[in-house]
Each structure stands twice: as C-alpha cells, then as structure tokens.
C-alpha cells in the first residue's frame, strides 16, 4: 500500500513527494522535527509535542508554516487516510530552499519553510515483546552539540550510537558526559531506588521529553518520589530498576547496562506499573 503524505499543502502519493536538493535540512540539518504516536486511531500527548515544536521553532528562528490547529488536521486527516490504528506521525520543518548553498540564511520572515508529515503504521506498538524482557544497553561517551534541548535533525550520532549497540548485542546506548549519563540515544533515561525514581534535571544538555513529562507527574500522582538530578553508570548499574521514555517506546524496562544486570536482571514492577499508567491515561487525553 501507498502511503499517503503531506508536503507543503499538498496530501501526495509518498512516491511523488519531492524536495528540493538545495533544502538547508538536507544541506545543513536546518531542520526540527516531532514523532507523535497513535494508539486506537487517536494522537497521544498530541498538545506537548505541538508546544515543544513551537519552542524549537522559536529557539532555530524557524517560521511556522501553519497553525498549530492546522497542523492537528493534518495529522488526523494522515491517520484517516493511511488507516493507521497503532503508529506514528512524524513531523518534520525545515527552513527550505531559500537559494543557493550558504552558511548564511535570509530573513526567516522571507522564507519558505518546507513541512512534511508521513505515518508508519506500527501494529503491536502498545504491546511490545520488550516490556516484558527489558532493554540491555550499553555507554557511549555523547558527542553531541550542546543544544540537545532543541529536537533537530542532527540525528547521525544517535543513530551510529544505536548501531555500536546493536554490534554489541544490545538494544540501545546511554551517552555519558562529564561522568554523567545526559540520555539514551532517542530517550530520557532513569534509575529507581527504592521508591525514588532519578533522572536528569532539564537543561541544554538533554531533550525536553514530552514522555518524561507525563511520566513524572503520573508517578508524582501515585506517590513515587521523583528526584531530577545526575547519575553514573555504576550508579545505575546499582540501582534496583532502570528504564526510559519516548514517544514510541512509552516507558521502557533496563534490565542489563554495560553487561551488569540491573536489580535481579528482570523489568521492574514500577517501571511496569508507570508503563501501564502511562498507556492508560494517556488514552484517556488522546485526541
């Protein structure tokens, strides 16, 4: 089946959607992006992930090429049309083609951003095989730029960080900076100690996750104790849980970092319990 997109107004066959070569995200990664997940036909936490995008906007001096409205139509009409029941809508905004290669760009009140939307139909994506075994990750030293709180395009790092995982048989890696894990490779990342759950403070260093948001205040609502600060690997590896969060991996169990198992190297039971919260509530909200 041919998916259809959208493409600067236009809901196209995927196989005729053109960009131009002299794109800035294709030349420069001038671009952000947002990945929004579908459960039972209905966008999840759809309203973060709006806000956050104005905020990259805001942060890249990128002009928004609708309204947030707008773009919430788009979204639907995609899920309509590509029948997409369990999935994902990813977003993505560039600053466009405003002319020849050049480190220096025009006015953004001048130019012509260019907007994509697609779906990936994700049959399963609530009930992933993973929640039940646990993730097994390994560290990295993160060698990113330093403004990860803005959601970019400049996703080479991350993506190599995944494959030296997959290379050493697992499933994800945890960059680590100044002695300190910042995040996973696409998600916040979290230690449990007994009933304290601790995980990176927001700052320029990590990605503002609309997941972790929602996590942390639904375990606040169930009275875990949140505490937002930095942890090492050997801490972590102590721990007695570990998992993470993103927009499509909800929250996910650690079970094993570095080859040390974590706890008794099983998903534990509040990481499964703030994955079934998580998956219920926001249901619940799904517009």
Same mark, same amino acid.
């Given at each position: 089946m041919t998916r259809t997109v959208y493409l600067n107004g236009d809901y196209l066959p995927e196989t005729e959607a053109k960009v131009s070569i002299f794109d800035r995200a294709f030349l420069m990664a001038d671009g952000i992006y947002e990945v929004t997940s579908v459960l039972e036909g209905?966008?999840? $936490?759809? =309203?973060?992930?709006?806000?956050?995008?104005?905020?990259?906007?805001? +942060?890249?001096?990128?002009?928004?090429?609708?309204?947030?409205?707008?773009? !919430?139509?788009?979204?639907?009409?995609?899920?309509?049309?590509? +029948?997409?029941?369990?999935?994902?809508? %990813?977003?993505?905004?560039?600053?466009?083609?405003?002319?020849? &290669?050049?480190?220096?760009? =025009?006015? =953004?009140?001048?130019?012509?951003?260019?907007?994509? !939307?697609?779906?990936?139909?994700?049959?399963?994506?609530?009930?992933?095989? /993973?929640?039940?075994?646990? /993730?097994?990750?390994?560290?990295? +030293?993160?060698?990113?730029?330093? &403004?990860?709180?803005?959601?970019?395009?400049?996703? !080479? %790092?991350?993506?190599?960080?995944? /494959?030296?995982?997959?290379?050493?048989?697992?499933?994800?890696?945890?960059?680590?900076? $100044?002695?300190?894990?910042?995040?996973?490779?696409?998600n916040n990342a979290y230690i449990v100690k007994g009933n304290k759950i601790i995980t990176r403070a927001l700052s320029n260093d990590i990605l503002h996750g609309i997941t972790r948001a929602a996590v942390l205040r639904f375990a606040t609502e169930a009275q875990m104790e949140v505490e937002e600060r930095n942890f090492s690997i050997e801490e972590a590896q102590g721990a007695d849980e570990a998992f993470i969060t993103s927009a499509s991996a909800f929250v996910m169990p650690v079970v094993e970092i570095d080859g040390t198992a974590v706890g008794d190297g099983k998903p534990g039971h509040r990481a499964k319990r703030l994955r079934e919260i998580y998956l219920e509530e926001s249901l619940k909200m799904a517009i």
């Open positions: 209905k966008l999840i $936490d759809f =309203p973060g992930h709006a806000t956050r995008l104005q905020r990259s906007l805001s +942060e890249l001096d990128l002009r928004a090429p609708c309204t947030m409205e707008e773009l !919430l139509e788009i979204h639907r009409e995609l899920i309509r049309v590509n +029948e997409i029941t369990e999935g994902l809508v %990813y977003l993505q905004i560039t600053r466009g083609a405003p002319g020849d &290669r050049d480190f220096v760009f =025009p006015d =953004p009140e001048t130019t012509e951003p260019t907007i994509v !939307l697609f779906t990936q139909n994700k049959p399963g994506l609530a009930t992933s095989p /993973m929640a039940d075994t646990g /993730m097994k990750i390994i560290s990295i +030293e993160d060698q990113r730029w330093g &403004r990860r709180d803005i959601k970019t395009v400049q996703l !080479l %790092y991350p993506s190599m960080g995944k /494959m030296m995982a997959k290379k050493a048989g697992c499933d994800d890696a945890w960059m680590v900076e $100044d002695g300190f894990v910042t995040e996973g490779t696409s």
